[in-house]
Every structure is written in structure tokens, then in C-alpha cells.
């Protein structure tokens, strides 16, 4: 039933989303705005908890709408509709601030993104809590918040101007603090607990192994699992492989499952030396999904490269398989290319804060105040 609310707009937007334990929560908003970019909504806001879409807005429907059948069923008009006038009011500001920001990178026309990451996570072992608050313009970082120090860290140097403004607002950052710490964990507590019989199943994976030719890297694709929180990789003679592996993002399918890929370069000769396999670990499962390299199960684009025949019906299904992978990493790339901006290995995972109304009780997690909507974005001036 959750895939009642899906749809493709709201799946290729999710990458670059760390790896969690079960026992860890999360609600993550992103808004991200585009110039520039024909047959794209101009903004778009996803909302997520541990990973899967819950609510989704853009500038064409211009009303946010639930992306979970848990969601439309506990949250009533008035919930939408105060979302709904939020996002308004913060596509406006969006919109501003990308004009705001071409000034500052002396900047014309052109493709241009300006996006903002929010979220908390919640330990429900522990009773740990974290708050992130990251933005990026034209896939680069911008500006974060450093909760713990409460300051702002301006990569950047047009962006040092923001930081000296919001790192004086005193006020301001005692307010994220209590945002990030309370307001937004006691939605996300909410949230883990009106779709709790959606967030706490496990789905396990289906695993193929695929090639696209005879010299290509052999991939590990797992898909249809639940949760996102998995770990694929690549063994030989029983131990864990780190040279000549490169690891995919976890993506979500429509039906609200997700997919992941690792990719291992071999030798022809390895694909019948049984020393390789590939290793699916699941949280939430004891056990893990172990498939053994061998030639006779790889699928390509050609055939098997084993003992199927090239006409069986296996080879056909394999040309499906890897078609539609590469499909989905196209159109992720084409989108999440210009939405999501790149991601440092050792930096600190972030999402940006939303400045919630003086109401807290009654907010959510991503509303914005719509007296300082304007001073809260990144490019204030």
C-alpha cells in the first residue's frame, strides 16, 4: 500500500544518505531550487523519515502531498494545508535567494542550484539525538551549522558574509538548538511511530550478479530490500575486498524498497576460480546473502557468460536487468546531478534547520517561520 504515494520525482532526488543502524531514526528534509533548468520544477521540497518519502512539494502542483499511505491517513487538512503555505512561502524566498547568489559568484545565466539539507536523528536504544544543517549552491557546500559549538562554518568566502550575520544572531541559534534537540525529535518520534508498521519490517534483497561485457567490473546489485540501512561488498578466499571495488549509493525503487550496487574489476580467469563472492548484510538480519562469482550466474548484456545458452531465457531477463539499472543511474544522475551536491568522504554528514513558528507544538519538522523565511536562507543579504 505505501507505494500508493510514490512516484519518481520523489525517488531520484534521495542519494548520498549515510548508512544508519535499525535502531537509529531519522527525518530529513531537503528543498532545493533550480534556474535554468528546462521541464524542472523551479522548487522542490522532499520530506523523508529513515530514508523514505513521506511528503513532497513543487512549483507545479504547488500543494504538499503525502508520499505514505500512514501519512495521509494520520495527518488531517490542516497539517497539508499549513505545509502547503510553508513551501510557498519558502519557494518565494528560494527563488530570491538564487538571484541573490549569481551576485555573489558574479554569475549570470546558466544552469544554477541552490539547496538546503534539515533533519534530526534519534537513538531509540540509546535516547542519543543529533541535528544537521547543511546548504550547497551549484553542488558545492555553502554554509553549515556547527550544533555543537553553535557557530556557522562558511567553506567558502561568499559565504562568509552569511556567517558573520547569522553567527551574531545570538537568538537565532539558541532557537536551532532547541530545534534540532526537541521540536524536531518529537516529530520524528511522531512520525517512527504512526508508520511503524511500514519502518520497522525487513525486506530481504534479491541479488544478481551482472556485466556488461566481457572486460567490464562485475556488479553486485541487491533490490528490494528494507531498510536502506545495508552493507553490499565484494570477499575473496573469505576476506573482505578493498582494491578494484567501487561501491553504488543506496537507491530507492518506487515501491519504497531500496537498491544498492558494488562493482569489483576481475580477471576473466577469476570468474571461474570460486574465491570471490559477493556479501548482502541487512539490519535487522542475523544472517547475510552470500552469492559465489561464477561464470554460469553472471548475466551480461550478451548472454551469460557461462553455460546458458545466448538465446535462454535467462540472457533475455539479464538484458532487462542491466538495462534497467542503467536506466535508473541516468536518470538519477541527470536529476540528482544538479540537485544533490557532492558529498567529502570525511566530512560530516548535515542537514539545514528550518526555522519552525513560534508554535512548536503545532509545526513540524520542516515549517518555516514566515516572518524570517527570508532572513533564514543562506543568501540573506
Known sequence: MEGTYMNMNVSVLLVNQDFCYAATHSLKYFYTATSGIPNFPEFVTVGLVDGLPISYYDSNIRRETPRQDWMAETQGFEYWERQTQESISAEHSFKANIDIAKVRFNQSGGVHTLQRMLGCEWDEETGATDGYDQDGYDGEDFIS?????????????????????????????????????HICIDWLKKYVDYGKSTLKRTVPPSVSLLQKSPSSPVTCHATGFYPRSVMVFWRRDGEQVYEDVEHGEVLHNEDGTFQNSVHLTVKPEDLDSRRY????????????????????????????????????????????????????????????????????????????????????SNSSGNSYDTVNSQEALILSQ
Open 145 to 181: 551549522l556547527d550544533l555543537k559549538n553553535l557557530r556557522w562554518i562558511a567553506p567558502v568566502q561568499q559565504a562568509f558574509i552569511t556567517k558573520q550575520k547569522w553567527d551574531y544572531n545570538k537568538a537565532q541559534l539558541e532557537y536551532l538548538e532547541n530545534y534540532y534537540t
Open 277 to 360: 563472492e559477493c556479501v548482502v548484510q541487512l539490519s535487522g538480519v542475523q544472517e547475510d546473502f552470500v552469492t559465489r562469482l561464477e561464470r554460469s550466474v553472471v548475466k551480461t548484456n550478451h548472454g551469460n557468460t557461462g553455460r546458458t545458452n545466448p538465446g535462454a531465457e535467462g540472457s533475455g531477463s539479464s538484458g532487462l536487468i542491466i538495462g534497467a539499472v542503467v536506466g535508473v543511474l541516468l536518470l538519477v544522475a541527470i536529476v540528482c546531478g544538479v540537485v544533490i551536491w557532492k558529498k567529502k568522504k570525511d566530512a560530516k554528514k548535515g542537514f539545514a534547520p528550518a526555522n519552525t513558528s513560534d508554535d512548536g
